[in-house]
C-alpha cells in the first residue's frame, strides 16, 4: 500500500499538470519494475482531441518505451476510475493491475457501470485496487469543476452588465 501511495501522488501530481492547462485533472503513470515508465495527464481541451485521455496517452508512451503493445509486468496508477475507451486499452495493452482513486459516477467502467477490467470474457482479466487516495483525488476533480461553475458565472454576470450598459 506504501507504494501504491507514491505512485499514485506521481499521478496526482500529473493531474495538476492537467489543471494548470484548463484540462479536467486527472493523471496516470505506469509502472515497470518499480520504475515509473510513463506519465501523462489530460490534453483533451488543448488538442481537441477525444482520445487524449490520461490512461490512453500513458499507455502510448509506455508501449514506445519498451518496444511493445503487450505492457505485461506493469502497474497502470490513475487518479479517476478508467472509463470504457481507457478500460479497453487497458484490456488491450494487457496491463496485469490497475490502481486508482477515485470512482467516476459519470462513466466509470471499473465498478461504476461495469466491470470491463474483471469480466472473465475478455482475454484478458486486471487486479483492480480501488480508493488509494481517493479522498484526495476526488478533490481534485471537486476543486477543478467548483472553480469552472464560479468563472462561468462570473463571466456571464460579465456579460449581462456589459449587455445592460450599451
Known sequence: ??????????????????ATLAEVPIGAVIVHNGQVIAAAHNLRETTQNAVTHAELS??????????SWRLEDTTLYV????CPMCAGAILQSRIPRVVYGARDPK????????????DSRFNHECIVT?????E???QLLTNFF??????????????QRLESNS
Do not use: W
Open 146 to 159: 467548483r472553480s469552472l461553475r464560479k468563472k462561468r458565472k462570473a463571466a456571464k454576470k460579465e456579460a
Open 130 to 134: 480501488e480508493g488509494v487516495l481517493g
Open 1 to 18: 500500500m506504501k507504494d501504491d501511495e507514491y505512485y499514485m501522488r506521481l499521478a496526482i501530481a500529473e493531474a495538476e499538470k492537467a
Open 107 to 118: 462513466g466509470g467502467c471499473v465498478h461504476t457501470f461495469y466491470q470491463l477490467l474483471n
Open 136 to 138: 484526495d483525488c476526488g
Open 58 to 67: 500513458a499507455i502510448q508512451i509506455a508501449c514506445e518505451k519498451v518496444g
Open 79 to 82: 487518479t479517476l476510475e478508467p
